[in-house]
């Protein structure tokens, strides 16, 4: 990737919207070259998908728990598959260490963490988090 690449990935992360027009202008190429420039990222995978970004709040999701999951023995697939499942789950990853999960649950309430985590009890231990802020979400390391 060269210094051309790195300001038309930049810009889409900052605006995926943004027009091929706006873009070349940007980058002082024509349009039909910042097409192709796009189109190869793409097809290298360094851009896979363009999404919206949508705020929780505005859907009723006013609290995030972070869940930390630990399957006893023999459950562990069946905790995976059960996280899955469960739409409310909205981000996961398999970690070493204790817990073998760790997840962010989005609630309406408070009230809904026992009801979101009790299928999961006879499976796993758990230890949960309330989300009080968030001063780094998801960036990706310097380009």
Known sequence: MDD?????????????RISITELADRV??????????LRRL????????????VNPEKLGY??????RLKPRPGALKKVEEM?????????????TGDDCFIA??????????????DPFHDL???NTAIVKSSPVRMRLPVL
């Open 124 to 126: 796993a231990e758990s």
């Open 62 to 67: 006013h609290l995030e728990a972070i869940v």
């Open 83 to 95: 996280i899955v499942q469960q739409r409310r789950f909205t981000q996961c990853d398999k970690v």
């Open 42 to 53: 793409e097809q290298r995978g360094v851009i896979q998908h363009y999404q919206a970004v």
């Open 104 to 117: 962010r649950l989005a609630l309406r309430s408070i009230a809904e963490l026992d009801v979101l985590l």
């Open 28 to 37: 002082s190429m024509s349009a039909p070259a910042v097409t192709e420039r």
């Open 4 to 16: 051309i690449d790195m300001q038309i990935v930049r810009a889409v992360l900052r605006d995926g």
